[in-house]
């Protein structure tokens, strides 16, 4: 069998490397190996590794309460791009970012992308401030959002926020183009929801992220 050149071998040594741990030519590492939650913490009993995602809740009972999945480590100015799907009667998950645990209790706070539905609009890639002031700080334009989503099937987030801006962008469309005016958190961890209420599971894949330079 022919040797391989040390430079070659150091060269392909490299390469498994950075696939490895998750680096890419664009500067985004991931943040889930599609097999473990190494990095995460929270209830394991409502999140689990199936088939390369992380799904959370499930079909056959009541979700008690909310739930979250959070990273350990915090993250400031960031892009985030991952995959995500809600099917059940309980419609309604979100990915938190830039937020923090609630000491001693199940709910964290901070900024959320939304993903659900509501009688009079479409909630997904909508701006929600989780159990800080508790309200829509911005909603995608209907038309729009309503073209891009898709219903009990994989949809693809992109969650920017540098310096006080915050954009969201569902399978391309931007929902979101949000500027902070209080004095609220720029870093947290990054949480993965399954909200209290009719049986649901929120699925969520491919996630990776990028660090951006502070603005």
């Known amino acids: ?5 040390p430079l070659v071998l150091l060269t392909l040594s490299i390469c498994f490397a950075a696939t490895a741990y998750g680096a890419d030519k664009d500067g985004f590492t991931s943040l889930f190996d599609g097999k473990t939650l190494d990095g995460w913490e929270g209830n394991l009993d409502i999140f689990h590794v199936v088939d390369g995602a992380i799904v959370a809740g499930t079909l056959k009972e009541p979700i008690p309460h909310n739930e979250f999945l959070c990273t350990k480590k915090e993250y400031g100015d960031f892009e985030l791009r991952l995959k995500a799907k809600l099917v059940g009667e309980g419609k309604n998950a979100g990915i938190q970012f830039r937020s923090k645990r609630i000491p001693d209790h199940h709910e964290v706070s901070g900024y959320q992308c939304d993903m659900g539905g509501q009688p009079t609009q479409n909630i997904w890639g909508a701006l929600y401030d989780e159990s800080r002031r508790r309200k829509f700080l911005a909603v995608g334009e209907q038309e729009g959002v309503k073209k891009a989503f898709k219903a009990d099937d994989w949809n693809e987030f992109v969650i920017r926020c540098q310096g006080n801006r915050i954009q969201i962008w569902l399978n391309g469309f931007r929902t979101v183009n949000y500027t902070e005016k209080e004095d609220v958190a720029r870093t947290g961890i990054i ?25």
């Open 191 to 215: 949480g993965l929801q399954i909200h209290g209420g009719k049986p649901a599971e929120a699925s969520y894949k491919d996630i990776r992220i990028r660090v951006l330079k502070s603005s």
């Open 1 to 5: 069998m022919k040797r391989l050149h």
